[in-house]
């Protein structure tokens, strides 16, 4: 599981001008090290699963993962598949509170999000969540009711 987004972080996080020379240049050939990889990997179909650096990145912020991805070479479909499908593929032999994941239907663990606007004609749409259902319980929703 590649993440895209942990190399980004010094520039999106970290003021440029208050971080020392060294530690900047080291950030750079990080970050250019692992685009050329993650591009690599994308261009010759590897299998990718989105996963998430907890404790790195900040909580929520899965959805810039996905813009990187379609960055360097993935369409929105291949995105959204490996935060979805491959990376439930991926966690298949695990269970949530007793119960299987990787399918949303009765009986498995499943957490749901829904969208105003279609994240396949744009990836960034992801970041704008108007419906959110974890373990059956709706805590966002358009109606106001939760």
């Known amino acids: 599981m590649p993440t895209a987004l942990t190399s980004s972080?010094?520039?999106?996080?970290?003021p440029i001008d208050d971080?020392?020379?060294?530690?900047?240049?080291?950030?750079?050939?990080?970050?250019?090290?692992?685009?050329?990889t993650l591009k690599k990997a994308i261009k010759r179909h590897i299998y990718i699963a989105s996963g998430s650096d907890a404790g790195i990145a900040i909580h929520g912020t899965n959805a810039k993962e996905l813009h990187?991805?379609?960055?360097?070479?993935?369409?929105?479909?291949?995105?959204?598949?490996?935060?979805?499908?491959?990376?439930?593929?991926?966690?298949?032999?695990?269970?949530?509170?007793?119960?299987k994941i990787g399918q949303l239907k009765a009986g498995y663990a499943?957490?749901?999000?829904?969208?105003?606007?279609?994240?396949?004609e744009q990836i960034d749409n992801l970041q704008t969540i108007d419906f959110v259902m974890k373990g059956g319980t709706i805590?966002?929703?358009?109606?106001?009711?939760?």
Not at 19 to 36: S, V, Y
């Open 19 to 36: 971080m020392p020379e060294n530690i900047t240049h080291k950030a750079d050939l990080e970050k250019n090290n692992a685009i050329k």
């Open 68 to 99: 990187y991805y379609v960055e360097y070479g993935m369409t929105p479909l291949e995105a959204l598949q490996s935060a979805t499908i491959k990376a439930a593929n991926a966690l298949s032999s695990y269970e949530l509170d007793g119960k």
């Open 110 to 120: 499943a957490d749901v999000i829904a969208l105003k606007n279609n994240p396949l």
């Open 139 to 146: 805590y966002k929703s358009p109606m106001g009711r939760c």
């Open 9 to 14: 972080l010094t520039e999106l996080y970290i």
